[in-house]
Nanobody, 124 residues
Framework: QVQLIESGGGLVQAGDSLRLSCAAS????????MGWFRQVPGKEREFIGF????????FYADSVMGRFTISRDSAKNTMYLEINNLKPEDTAVYYC?????????????????WGQGTQVTVSL
């Protein structure tokens, strides 16, 4: 069984930067890709982007292009999400997920494992 644990969330001010981590543990971990999503109450889970595990190729949603950067350290089985110039509308619970099969998509249902989420709150 694979476990994903997010960390790094918290209360920040608008304009700050933040780096979230997603650490994977369990049996041999070798996903095809890992992704980041976020969700606010009453809304659907929003795709942020993904990174392919072997090549490190990234893809982002248009809505976050330019401020969000996904990276990974495969030796540590850890993925990161760096967010720059945080805005109040970035307030959400941020989730990481692992997709074990091709093709990787932006659809939450295609992901096989999920973390518990980490809250990011951005104040003015």
């Amino acid at each position: 069984q694979v476990q994903l644990i997010e960390s790094g969330g918290g209360l920040v001010q608008a304009g700050d930067s933040l780096r979230l981590s997603c650490a994977a543990s369990g049996r041999t971990f070798s996903p095809y890709a890992m992704g980041w999503f976020r969700q606010v109450p009453g809304k659907e889970r929003e795709f942020i982007g993904f990174i392919t595990w072997n090549k490190g190729s990234t893809f982002y949603a248009d809505s976050v292009m330019g401020r969000f950067t996904i990276s990974r350290d495969s030796a540590k089985n850890t993925m990161y999400l760096e967010i720059n110039n945080l805005k109040p509308e970035d307030t959400a619970v941020y989730y990481c997920a692992a997709d074990t099969t091709m093709p990787v998509t932006s659809q939450p249902d295609e992901y096989d494992y999920w973390g518990q989420g980490t809250q990011v709150t951005v104040s003015l």
